[in-house]
């Protein structure tokens, strides 16, 4: 659940949607590659992309238009029942109140 709940931290934090581009980015930052077999991962690539979604933690769509083809990510209807915005707020930041935008989204007061 550690890496699920970064990706679903990244994307709240980025306006609750991102390019698929941009995920694989940041993983890339944090040292987690999608062509190589992660230690406790395993292939992270197919861990987001299938189990993530099968799951319903994650909700990748189709971006109309783009070639190559691009996808955007976004919370599933699972991830949305079993966890709370705020809650990921404070996995996040120290203080949620610096965010003020995120914050007020995960108050419910966007």
Known sequence: ???????????????????????WEFLHRLRVYPGKQHSVFGDVRKLVTEEFVRQKYLEITPIPLTDPPEFKYQWGPRA?????????LKFVAKDPTFWASQYAEAQGRC
């Open 1 to 23: 659940m550690g890496l699920l709940l970064v990706i679903l931290s990244f994307i709240f934090m980025k306006g609750n949607s991102v390019k698929d581009s941009a995920v």
């Open 80 to 88: 949305q029942k079993e966890t709370s915005k705020m809650d990921v």
